[in-house]
Each structure stands twice: as structure tokens, then as C-alpha cells.
């Protein structure tokens, strides 16, 4: 299984971004996704998951300002994160069971 994230960057304050994770080594189409993510000194949060037939769900700090979406013809998993706040800066990890990617940092900052 490998895991590959990539989108991550600085950003404003109210901007967006778009991360996406490239799977492999696994039917991808018929398991789900999880994004998590882990702010400096803090342990792991929930952001969102995507089951294989698109059914979602949102941590609550995000719930409202993200989607989540999968492209089974590419093996990825999207994460959208409008209105960004500086308490969103964190790596933001894709996972599957006990695979995670290498993270990709998102930094809010003016």
C-alpha cells in the first residue's frame, strides 16, 4: 500500500486548498479514506473519511468548509478546505487502517 499526498502549502486566512492523496496496492474503489491531521504539540484529529460508495463525514472543526471526494478512475482522494483559520495549520495525513502517507504541510498565516 502506498499513500501519497500532495497540495498542502502557506496560505492565507480565509483562503482555500485542495489536497489530494494518490493510493496504490489496494482496490481502492471498494474501501474507504480518511483524512487526519496533526498540529504542532498536539496528537492526531479526524478531518474527514469517504466510505467506497461516497458516503462522508467531517470532524467538527472542519464540518462545513470541507468536502471530500474520490476519483475511482485515478485511485485519489480530494480534501477541500475553504475559509481557512490559522488553528487549521497541521500535516495533513491520508490513512487506511494502519497506512498512512508522509503528510503534506498546511500553513495558515498572513
Known amino acids: 500500500v502506498q499513500l501519497?499526498?500532495?497540495?498542502?502549502?502557506?496560505?492565507?486566512?480565509g483562503g482555500s486548498l485542495r489536497l489530494s492523496?494518490?493510493?496504490?496496492?489496494?482496490?481502492?474503489k471498494d474501501t474507504y479514506m480518511t483524512w487526519v491531521r496533526q498540529a504542532p504539540g498536539k496528537g492526531r484529529e479526524l478531518v474527514a473519511v469517504i466510505g467506497h460508495l461516497g458516503t462522508t463525514l467531517y470532524g467538527d472543526s472542519v464540518k462545513g468548509r470541507s468536502t471530500i471526494s474520490r476519483?475511482?478512475?485515478?485511485?485519489?482522494?480530494?480534501?477541500q478546505i475553504n475559509n481557512l483559520k490559522p488553528e487549521d495549520t497541521a500535516i495533513y495525513y491520508c490513512n487506511l487502517n494502519m497506512y498512512w502517507g508522509q503528510g503534506t504541510q498546511v500553513?495558515?498565516?498572513s
Open 4 to 13: 501519497v499526498e500532495s497540495g498542502g502549502g502557506l496560505v492565507q486566512p
Open 21 to 28: 492523496c494518490a493510493a496504490s496496492g489496494f482496490t481502492f
Open 71 to 79: 476519483d475511482n478512475a485515478t485511485n485519489t482522494v480530494h480534501l
Open 107 to 109: 500553513t495558515v498565516s
